[in-house]
């Protein structure tokens, strides 16, 4: 099992991933009981992986395959760490030395091209995905949830090397929070541009992101969409819902009055689209512990909506798989009990078992959502990794 975690030394509040490479043969499991799984961990290790969406709130007679095939986590006990700090590498491993000898030794890495992508088929037609928008607006009159994330779901007949794809999606777009992962026949690579929850001492930061818009073909569309996007009423609206939603979930395992919002509605820009981004901060309560932390947040409120246990049961009937690993969390655990998780998603996955890759994408829906605009909203989300497919198409 192996990770890259990269920030590519991004622009961004409160830092990105740093650069980190870890390999592992021990796999750790955490079923329902978080509790086992964390506060059992070795002192002197590191975990590294992701956490599946449906970690959390899986209907018990779920009979439904998840996404490409993806089990509900992928965390390991790292056996070696690689950690770059300025122009120093450091390693974390029983024996160091030896290590960094042998690898030296390696051959470089010499990406390979990637396979020709056959056009993407949708789980749902894009007619089935509009009716599911009204159907989430009819909930929302009825005063079932607030806000729901719709995501839609694309698979193709192929499988690339995950690391060849990572390496060319990191080129040509960089984000903050990326990552590779690699266990067994499954493998991601992942382009994400959102942190779901670190942890550094008693310090929480959350940075939800809701609020999308498409990148300009010049400056001043670029100006004119940022600028709509920062004044726009329902985007606005979306990431308040969410921030308030973070705030309770931070705040059930935070000091006291200590949940505040360090920035409300920043905009940031992105290779292919705008993001409306806010960072919320509290301080972990002294008898609460890593695994009440991740507990209380995941999964994300960017990726849920808002009350999250109605949503989450909507989302179980309104799409047409699990998520899986899709809008789950990337990411690392310290032996000191400090982490970083990204949220799953601008990232392709990989099941070279069934020859198959796929992706997702989705909106938050609210009652001013007009359907053609939620759909345009997911295309642009998906441009990225279709450029990097070879922009091989939509089937249907």
Not at 330 to 347: A, E, Y
Request: charged share 25%; proline share 6%.
């Amino acid at each position: 099992m192996a990770v890259i975690l990269n920030g590519n030394d991004y622009t961004y509040p409160q830092q990105p991933f740093p650069l980190l490479m870890a390999g592992g043969s021990k796999a750790i499991p955490v079923g329902d009981n978080w509790q086992d799984a964390f506060l059992k961990k070795n002192p002197a290790s590191w975990y590294f992986g992701y956490l599946g969406y449906d970690l959390k709130g899986r209907a018990e007679d779920e009979s439904r395959e998840a996404f490409i095939g993806f089990p509900e986590q992928g965390l390991f006990e790292a056996e070696a760490v690689f950690e770059k700090k300025g122009n120093f590498v450091q390693l974390h491993s029983a024996d160091p030395e030896s290590l960094y000898s042998d690898v030296q030794n390696l051959p470089e890495y010499q990406p390979q091209d990637l396979p020709e992508f056959p056009p993407f088929r949708p789980a749902v037609s894009k007619q089935a995905y509009l009716h599911n928008v009204e159907k989430v607006k009819q909930l929302i009159r009825e005063g079932d949830v607030y806000e729901l994330n719709l995501c839609q779901y694309f698979e193709s007949n192929a499988a690339p090397d995950g690391l060849d794809f990572y390496l060319r999606l990191n080129q040509l777009f960089p984000m903050p929070f990326s990552g590779w992962f690699k266990s067994g026949h499954l493998e991601i690579a992942s382009g994400s541009p959102e942190r779901f929850l670190r942890k550094t001492g008693n310090e929480l930061i959350s940075q939800p992101i809701k609020g999308t818009a498409a990148r300009g073909r010049n400056e001043e569309e670029d100006r004119q969409n940022r600028e709509r996007l920062f004044h726009s009423e329902k985007e606005r609206a979306e990431n308040m819902m969410i921030v308030d939603l973070v705030r309770n979930d931070l705040a059930k395992v935070s000091r006291t009055g200590s949940t505040t919002v360090e920035e409300m509605f920043g905009i940031y820009a992105f290779p292919t689209v705008f993001q409306m981004i806010s960072t919320v901060r509290s301080v972990k309560a002294a008898d609460k512990n890593m695994a009440d932390v991740l507990d209380s947040a995941f999964p994300m409120g960017s990726m849920t909506g808002a009350p999250k246990l109605e949503v989450m049961k909507q989302i179980r009937s309104l799409e047409p798989v699990c998520r899986g690993a899709y809008s789950g969390a990337l990411g690392c655990m310290h032996p000191d009990g400090d982490f970083d998780f990204n949220v799953l998603i601008r990232s392709l996955f990989i099941n070279h078992g069934k020859n198959q890759c796929g992706f997702a994408v989705g909106s938050a829906i609210t009652i001013d959502s007009d359907t053609e605009e939620e759909w345009a909203e997911c295309m642009a989300k998906a441009a990225a990794l279709l450029k990097v497919c070879g922009n091989p198409g939509l089937a249907g």
